[in-house]
Protein backbone atom coordinates (compact mmCIF):
# COMPACT_ATOMS: atom_id res chain seq x y z
CA UNK A 1 0.00 0.00 0.00
CA UNK A 2 1.79 3.31 -1.07
CA UNK A 3 1.79 6.33 1.40
CA UNK A 4 0.46 8.54 -2.01
CA UNK A 5 -2.09 7.05 -4.05
CA UNK A 6 -2.53 7.26 -8.04
CA UNK A 7 -5.10 5.36 -10.33
CA UNK A 8 -3.61 2.51 -11.56
CA UNK A 9 -4.05 3.33 -15.29
CA UNK A 10 -4.70 6.38 -17.72
CA UNK A 11 -5.07 6.13 -21.51
CA UNK A 12 -5.05 8.47 -24.37
CA UNK A 13 -5.16 9.00 -28.03
CA UNK A 14 -2.45 10.26 -29.71
CA UNK A 15 -2.51 14.66 -29.62
CA UNK A 16 -4.97 14.72 -26.48
CA UNK A 17 -4.59 15.82 -22.77
CA UNK A 18 -4.16 13.66 -20.17
CA UNK A 19 -4.04 14.17 -16.84
CA UNK A 20 -3.13 11.66 -13.89
CA UNK A 21 -3.54 12.66 -9.98
CA UNK A 22 -2.05 12.04 -7.04
CA UNK A 23 -3.43 11.99 -3.45
CA UNK A 24 -1.77 13.03 -0.08
CA UNK A 25 -1.97 14.02 3.06
CA UNK A 26 -0.83 17.27 5.05
CA UNK A 27 2.45 15.48 6.27
CA UNK A 28 3.32 15.36 2.29
CA UNK A 29 1.88 16.91 -0.19
CA UNK A 30 -0.01 19.11 2.26
CA UNK A 31 3.61 20.67 3.13
CA UNK A 32 5.99 19.39 0.91
CA UNK A 33 6.78 19.37 -3.06
CA UNK A 34 5.84 17.46 -5.37
CA UNK A 35 8.33 15.45 -7.88
CA UNK A 36 7.16 13.15 -10.93
CA UNK A 37 8.90 10.32 -12.86
CA UNK A 38 8.62 8.77 -15.88
CA UNK A 39 9.52 5.19 -15.95
CA UNK A 40 9.91 3.25 -19.24
CA UNK A 41 9.69 -0.05 -19.71
CA UNK A 42 12.95 -2.03 -18.60
CA UNK A 43 14.31 1.57 -17.45
CA UNK A 44 15.05 3.10 -14.46
CA UNK A 45 13.21 5.92 -13.67
CA UNK A 46 14.02 9.75 -15.05
CA UNK A 47 13.20 12.82 -12.92
CA UNK A 48 9.96 14.80 -15.27
CA UNK A 49 9.07 17.43 -12.82
CA UNK A 50 10.48 18.49 -9.33
CA UNK A 51 9.01 21.54 -6.87
CA UNK A 52 5.53 20.85 -8.27
CA UNK A 53 5.68 22.72 -11.35
CA UNK A 54 9.30 22.91 -12.64
CA UNK A 55 10.81 21.17 -15.42
CA UNK A 56 14.38 19.46 -15.84
CA UNK A 57 16.39 20.55 -18.55
CA UNK A 58 15.77 18.39 -21.52
CA UNK A 59 11.54 17.66 -20.28
CA UNK A 60 9.23 19.18 -23.09
CA UNK A 61 6.84 21.61 -22.02
CA UNK A 62 4.04 18.79 -22.55
CA UNK A 63 4.72 17.83 -19.52
CA UNK A 64 3.64 19.86 -16.81
CA UNK A 65 2.79 19.60 -12.90
CA UNK A 66 0.39 21.42 -10.30
CA UNK A 67 -0.84 21.02 -6.68
CA UNK A 68 -3.36 22.42 -4.65
CA UNK A 69 -3.89 21.28 -0.81
CA UNK A 70 -3.06 17.84 -0.10
CA UNK A 71 -2.91 16.60 -4.11
CA UNK A 72 -1.00 16.91 -7.25
CA UNK A 73 -1.62 16.46 -10.62
CA UNK A 74 0.83 15.69 -13.98
CA UNK A 75 -0.30 16.85 -17.01
CA UNK A 76 0.76 15.64 -20.29
CA UNK A 77 -0.68 17.55 -23.60
CA UNK A 78 -0.24 16.72 -27.08
CA UNK A 79 0.19 12.68 -26.30
CA UNK A 80 2.53 10.90 -28.13
CA UNK A 81 2.90 7.13 -28.52
CA UNK A 82 6.66 7.66 -27.03
CA UNK A 83 4.79 9.14 -23.80
CA UNK A 84 3.45 5.22 -23.03
CA UNK A 85 5.42 4.45 -19.86
CA UNK A 86 4.75 4.38 -15.99
CA UNK A 87 4.38 7.44 -14.12
CA UNK A 88 4.89 8.06 -10.01
CA UNK A 89 4.46 10.96 -8.01
CA UNK A 90 6.72 11.56 -4.96
CA UNK A 91 6.70 13.93 -2.03
CA UNK A 92 8.99 14.27 1.23
CA UNK A 93 7.02 12.61 4.48
CA UNK A 94 7.35 14.76 7.30
CA UNK A 95 6.24 11.92 9.01
CA UNK A 96 8.43 9.14 8.06
CA UNK A 97 11.31 11.55 7.31
CA UNK A 98 12.26 10.27 3.97
CA UNK A 99 10.56 10.10 0.56
CA UNK A 100 7.14 8.61 -0.37
CA UNK A 101 5.75 7.57 -3.69
CA UNK A 102 2.62 6.86 -5.57
CA UNK A 103 1.43 3.51 -6.59
CA UNK A 104 2.07 4.44 -10.12
CA UNK A 105 0.03 5.29 -12.95
CA UNK A 106 0.44 3.36 -16.45
CA UNK A 107 -0.39 5.19 -19.67
CA UNK A 108 -1.40 3.89 -22.58
CA UNK A 109 -1.61 5.81 -25.46
CA UNK A 110 -4.22 4.44 -27.63
CA UNK B 1 27.62 14.64 -16.76
CA UNK B 2 26.73 12.36 -13.21
CA UNK B 3 26.47 8.63 -14.21
CA UNK B 4 25.70 5.98 -11.68
CA UNK B 5 26.26 2.20 -11.93
CA UNK B 6 25.14 -0.29 -9.58
CA UNK B 7 26.95 -3.40 -8.54
CA UNK B 8 26.87 -6.85 -6.52
CA UNK B 9 25.85 -10.26 -6.60
CA UNK B 10 22.29 -10.80 -8.65
CA UNK B 11 21.82 -14.07 -5.95
CA UNK B 12 21.74 -14.01 -2.30
CA UNK B 13 20.53 -16.38 -0.41
CA UNK B 14 17.54 -16.24 2.08
CA UNK B 15 18.98 -14.92 5.89
CA UNK B 16 22.39 -13.90 4.31
CA UNK B 17 23.24 -10.14 3.54
CA UNK B 18 22.61 -8.36 0.46
CA UNK B 19 25.45 -6.07 -0.67
CA UNK B 20 25.62 -4.07 -4.00
CA UNK B 21 27.45 -0.79 -4.60
CA UNK B 22 27.21 2.57 -6.83
CA UNK B 23 29.54 4.19 -8.09
CA UNK B 24 29.71 7.87 -9.00
CA UNK B 25 31.19 8.41 -12.61
CA UNK B 26 31.58 12.48 -13.97
CA UNK B 27 31.54 14.21 -10.25
CA UNK B 28 32.45 13.93 -7.25
CA UNK B 29 30.33 12.21 -4.72
CA UNK B 30 31.69 14.47 -1.81
CA UNK B 31 29.53 17.63 -3.58
CA UNK B 32 27.70 19.55 -1.24
CA UNK B 33 23.35 19.67 -1.20
CA UNK B 34 23.47 15.88 -2.54
CA UNK B 35 22.13 13.13 -0.64
CA UNK B 36 23.04 9.42 -2.10
CA UNK B 37 20.05 7.33 -2.16
CA UNK B 38 18.69 3.91 -2.74
CA UNK B 39 15.67 2.54 -3.87
CA UNK B 40 14.07 -0.45 -4.82
CA UNK B 41 11.29 -1.95 -6.95
CA UNK B 42 9.67 -5.32 -6.62
CA UNK B 43 8.74 -7.04 -10.22
CA UNK B 44 5.80 -5.49 -11.39
CA UNK B 45 4.97 -2.85 -8.14
CA UNK B 46 5.78 0.86 -7.25
CA UNK B 47 8.94 2.06 -5.87
CA UNK B 48 10.20 2.08 -2.13
CA UNK B 49 12.41 4.21 -0.56
CA UNK B 50 15.21 2.44 1.49
CA UNK B 51 17.70 5.52 2.40
CA UNK B 52 20.14 7.92 2.32
CA UNK B 53 23.55 9.13 2.92
CA UNK B 54 25.72 12.50 3.19
CA UNK B 55 29.08 12.98 2.83
CA UNK B 56 29.43 13.35 6.15
CA UNK B 57 28.23 9.75 6.82
CA UNK B 58 24.58 10.94 8.37
CA UNK B 59 21.84 8.27 7.22
CA UNK B 60 18.31 8.56 7.07
CA UNK B 61 16.92 5.15 6.79
CA UNK B 62 13.31 3.71 5.77
CA UNK B 63 11.39 3.46 9.37
CA UNK B 64 10.21 -0.42 7.84
CA UNK B 65 14.16 -1.50 6.79
CA UNK B 66 15.87 0.35 9.75
CA UNK B 67 16.93 -2.69 11.72
CA UNK B 68 18.64 -4.66 8.59
CA UNK B 69 19.81 -1.81 6.26
CA UNK B 70 23.42 -0.21 6.59
CA UNK B 71 24.87 2.52 4.08
CA UNK B 72 27.92 3.42 3.65
CA UNK B 73 30.12 6.18 1.76
CA UNK B 74 33.64 6.04 0.49
CA UNK B 75 34.73 8.89 -1.42
CA UNK B 76 38.27 8.34 -1.81
CA UNK B 77 36.23 5.45 -4.16
CA UNK B 78 33.62 8.04 -5.43
CA UNK B 79 31.29 4.58 -4.53
CA UNK B 80 28.13 4.39 -1.76
CA UNK B 81 27.38 0.94 -0.55
CA UNK B 82 23.94 -0.93 0.66
CA UNK B 83 23.97 -4.01 2.89
CA UNK B 84 20.68 -5.68 3.59
CA UNK B 85 20.60 -8.09 6.59
CA UNK B 86 18.77 -11.26 7.24
CA UNK B 87 17.34 -10.83 3.46
CA UNK B 88 13.86 -12.93 2.85
CA UNK B 89 11.94 -13.34 -1.08
CA UNK B 90 9.97 -10.04 -0.24
CA UNK B 91 13.15 -8.27 -0.69
CA UNK B 92 13.53 -9.93 -4.31
CA UNK B 93 13.73 -6.48 -6.52
CA UNK B 94 15.63 -4.31 -8.59
CA UNK B 95 17.73 -1.90 -6.74
CA UNK B 96 18.71 1.57 -7.50
CA UNK B 97 21.07 4.07 -6.28
CA UNK B 98 20.26 7.85 -7.16
CA UNK B 99 21.26 11.20 -6.33
CA UNK B 100 19.13 12.70 -3.90
CA UNK B 101 18.59 16.79 -4.04
CA UNK B 102 17.57 18.62 -0.97
CA UNK B 103 15.85 21.84 -0.24
CA UNK B 104 13.33 23.44 2.48
CA UNK B 105 10.48 21.34 1.92
CA UNK B 106 11.82 19.76 -0.99
CA UNK B 107 13.68 16.51 -2.11
CA UNK B 108 14.08 14.75 -5.79
CA UNK B 109 16.17 12.13 -7.12
CA UNK B 110 18.05 12.72 -10.09
CA UNK B 111 20.21 11.25 -12.21
CA UNK B 112 18.89 7.09 -11.39
CA UNK B 113 21.28 4.38 -11.91
CA UNK B 114 20.61 1.94 -14.38
CA UNK B 115 19.42 -0.43 -11.81
CA UNK B 116 20.23 -4.11 -10.41
CA UNK B 117 18.15 -7.14 -10.20
CA UNK B 118 18.71 -9.11 -7.16
CA UNK B 119 16.78 -12.24 -6.38
CA UNK B 120 16.96 -13.99 -3.30
CA UNK B 121 16.38 -17.67 -3.31
CA UNK B 122 18.09 -21.27 -2.22
Known amino acids: QSVLTQPPSASGTPGQRVTISCSGS????????VNWYQQLPGTAPKLLIYSDNQRPSGVPDRFSGSKSGTSASLAISGLQSEDEADYYCAAWDDTLYGPVFGGGTKLTVL | QVQLQESGPGLVKPSQTLSLTCTVSGGSISSSSYYWSWIRQPAGKGLDWIGRIYTSGSTNYNPSLKSRVTISVDTSKNQFSLRLSSVTAADTAVYFCARGHYGSGTFWFDPWGQGTLVTVSS
Open chain 1, 26 to 33: SSNIGSNT
